[in-house]
């Protein structure tokens, strides 16, 4: 009896689909606990940390008497996680990873993650979360593939004749039958020889300088991508502004000293000559910085600055409106330097602050350093100066614009001793320190402003 052509296509199909459905995700629910192998620099602490249960139950259920003994390769019951069996690992989320993508990339079924994780809600995952998941043996096996974002007006057999593909091996991949659909917009996992990508084309790969910022700290987002599409994105109310360095695309953001501790949303967005945008959309989260609070007596005559409301509101704005605005050229390279010779700080950023025994309440915007009357201040970096003049209440103040949204700003200085429009660089002096505005003693306040919001400008030194 001779096979049709025909016939062998549903043979195979068939074959495949028998080989995928035996080597499906691990599920890993089994009978007892679940193991953890120790590694360098674990601690009973971190471990607990890191999996939950408290320190002394993991000490009970591993028979362990002295946990200082921990030693490498060590196998450790963990609490918690009844009913799996394996080896547990935490793995950190990366921006545009959701649960349904970490499904494959760690190889764990949906349930099991939501499970592990005891996840209440799969859509507040954020940037930095730690998600514990299972293997048999130790490894990921990491599924090869990328995700990809099906195009208006794209077809399943398209996609798959893209990516010279079946079309039932894409659905087979995403959990799917021949009766379901994909839609506009959703993201197609897409079986290939190479590492699975976890972000929607163009995005190649996007990095944040810290996955966990706390109040008042800066952010650099760098976002390596196809240099033909042009990038732009928003962080809370916050525009971002990307600029191209070497067909790395960066952002920077500054979070405010006042900003709620919580999960914040960040949006990417791709977009190329006029159509339409891809979008990369993420959590991150604020932590409190821990800022403690400071009271200063003020002199009658200083008092009255602060009395004066309208004084104090022009001049806010007249401060705001110079460090809000953007240019796409960087003046400067390297890290900024500290613009004084001294390193005694009197103030440190983002201290709540009473005047005078009253409820008047808001925040120190910089760092101070104390320093003799007549000490020489230095640009910090290279920049052009947007402000030169005496204001009521911050003094003799210098502004530098350093370019793509960075400010750096200089109050209560003796005298002015640069204008507006001159390029300084750094080292160069651009001012004195004085005791002028609404000042207790001589000393240099220094603040840094990112796209118009104040960060600590010690942070600042470590971005």
Known sequence: ???????????????????????????????????????????????????????????????????????????????????????????????????????????????????????????????????????DDETVNKVPGKLLLLESGKTLLELALHSGLNPYEILIANGMTHSDVFVYGQLVYVPTSGNIKQIPEPFLDVNLSSVNPEQGHPIRISVDADPSFSFSGTFGDQILNFVNYDDIFVALVGIHAKTQ?????????????????????????????????????????????????????????????????????????????????????????????????????????????GAQEGTPIYAPANGIVVMSEELDIRGVTTIIDHGIGVFSGYWHQKELNVEVGQEVVRGEVIGYVGNTGLSTGPHLHWEIWINGVQVDPIEWLKL
């Not at 403690?292 to 005559?301: C, G, H």
């Not at 008092?303 to 022009?314: G, M, P, S």
């Not at 050229?329 to 983002?350: A, C, E, N, R």
């Open 1 to 135: 009896m001779s096979i049709s052509r025909g016939s062998i296509k549903y043979i195979y199909l068939f074959s495949f689909l028998l080989m995928f459905f035996s080597f499906g995700f691990v599920t890993a629910e089994g009978s007892g606990r679940p193991f953890y192998r120790v590694r360098e620099g674990d601690t009973l602490y971190s471990i607990s940390a890191k999996f939950g249960g408290t320190i002394d139950t993991i000490q009970q259920l591993n028979n362990i008497s002295d946990p200082s003994l921990l030693s490498v390769g060590q196998l450790l019951e963990l609490p918690g996680y009844e009913g799996f069996s394996g080896f547990l690992n935490v793995h950190s989320v990366m921006p545009g990873q959701s649960l349904e993508s970490l499904s494959f990339i760690l190889d764990n079924s949906f349930d099991t993650l939501v499970k592990l994780n005891k996840v209440v809600n799969p859509s507040l995952l954020y940037v930095g979360q730690p998600i514990v998941y299972i293997n």
């Open 261 to 369: 501790p919580g999960l914040y949303p960040f949006t990417i967005l791709a977009q190329k000559n006029d159509n339409e945008q891809i979008g990369l959309d993420f959590l991150i989260p604020v932590s409190d910085a821990g800022y403690q609070s400071q009271s200063i007596f003020l002199t009658s005559d200083k008092a009255k600055l602060l009395e004066n409301v309208d004084t104090r509101v022009i001049e806010d704005q007249v401060i705001l409106n110079k460090v809000s605005s953007f240019s796409d050229q960087k003046l400067w390279s390297g890290v900024f330097d500290v613009p004084i010779s001294t390193d005694y700080m009197t103030t440190i950023f983002g201290l709540r602050r009473l005047y005078n025994g009253t409820n008047f309440n808001t925040f120190h915007g910089g760092t101070d350093f």
